[in-house]
DNA sequence: CACCGTAAAATTTGATCATATTGTGTCTCT
DNA sequence: AGAGACACAATATGATCAAATTTTACGGTG
């Protein structure tokens, strides 16, 4: 009467609920690469790649959607949203006024050790950058702002944050896709003096700078379309 | 023999998907009234008083609880949220950013006819007022705002301003329960003023007032409870 | 004779339900 | 009061039905 039964299917499963892994997994595969912006995505594709009942997937889409992760294309169709440049002008208002909030509240309560680890996400972005590693830079980017977003002690600011990271996500992985790494300057050393200063409202604002910089990359994607006019 | 079979179910259910009908039906009750925070939901209690089966009921809950309108309560409860004081606070920072920036986008779009428009409601919102129809000054309170988000061209922000709305939903119909509609001072009559002279960022301010005086009501709901310590 | 457009059929996908399984809370019995 | 059994609610799957898109075939026209 040994209770192994379930757990041979259970042993990398973890123990969460079906729904909440398939969440997890795409919520990964949005913000970190994966998936394409005006890429379509199939209910029936998903039960087949992740090997698990529709009624999961179902779940887990709904949930994406309300993030503004996935978009209810017209139709029954589901798709990565496409941003225009009104929709990433109107998130870098949001996000540099949630963003900046959630700074000037972390820097009241972080200490010399929670800095530290903030430099050390930031030393391993500059390594990914230099290496040229887009999975790499996109994963150590969010860690750098999520990590503030933790010490801020402000979970219904967090929450809004870590959702608006999945309505760009796609968007910022095409624009390191297209610029390379190289090219992606921040203010992660701005902050991080910012904090070691104690000074809450310029960390405030060095994450504001650090948004709206990143946030910039990606406008006029949708625009060089070149609808109509090809001049050249 | 005749393949009608399904339309007599379809006749007045409207031809949109049963779980967004759900979902609206939720937001809706959500909103303007029906659930109470800390109340419990379950979707077997759904199913059945809706009348629909459990895969539409989970959809509805998943976008909920993405919304921020419900709560997973640790193990398998769904619950609406009782908000603490920080939570309030967050979400009076929040509002006030994104609905003075809607406002202020507003105005500038806004015509006579619009105004007139948004007027009419705020007419309606006092004759409830002064009826004690707790219900009707939820709803039109809610369509005041809703109607300047329409004017905004922001889909983005809209969407947000929303979705905020789901959160603090239960306890605003709290506060009308225990204060009575008498005493809900609001600042329509300064923004529809401002509207009218055309000063967008006199509107937007008074749009902050309004926001923060209505949520300020909310505040101290929750610490009256009183958890742990009863030193009295 | 070839090409294009339209319409109909087939395949693919989405939506809903009914059912089996699992975990959690509670009630009871010792 | 603690442990075990029972009951209820949630999770997950598969089947079934409906809708939409795509493909294909046929007819007309240049």
Redesign the interface.
């Known amino acids: 009467m040994i209770k192994n039964k379930a757990q041979e299917t259970d042993r990398e499963e973890g123990k969460r609920p079906a ?1 909440e892994q398939v969440y997890q997994t795409l919520r990964s595969q949005i913000l970190f690469g994966e998936l394409v912006p005006g890429q379509a995505v199939t209910i029936q594709g998903l039960t087949d790649s992740l090997g698990v009942g529709m ?1 999961p997937v ?3 889409i ?2 994406l ?4 992760a996935l978009m209810f294309q017209g139709n ?1 169709r589901v798709s990565v949203p496409v941003l225009s440049d ?2 990433i002008e ?2 870098i ?2 996000r540099k ?2 963003e900046s ?1 959630l700074a000037r509240r972390a820097a009241q309560h972080m200490g010399a050790s929670e800095i530290n680890q903030v430099e050390a996400i930031d030393r391993a972005l500059d390594t990914a950058i230099q290496a040229g590693d887009v999975s790499g830079y996109l994963r150590y980017n969010h860690a750098f702002h999520a990590t503030l977003y933790a010490q801020a ?5 967090s ?2 944050a870590e ?1 608006l990271w999945l ?1 760009f996500g796609p968007s910022l992985r095409m624009v390191c896709g297209r610029f390379g790494t190289q090219s992606l300057p921040d203010r992660h050393k701005d902050i991080i003096r910012a904090l070691r200063e104690g000074t809450p409202d310029d960390v405030a604002q060095a994450v504001a700078q650090d948004v709206e910089q990143g946030m910039e990359l990606m406008g006029g994607v949708s625009t060089k379309r070149i609808p109509q006019s090809s001049v050249d």
Not at 65 to 68: A, V
Not at 153 to 157: F, G, I, T
């Open positions: 729904h009624t179902r779940e887990a709904r949930r959607i309300s993030d503004g029954r009104g929709d109107q998130l208002y949001v006024s949630i909030e002690d402000a979970p219904v600011l929450d809004l959702r309505r």
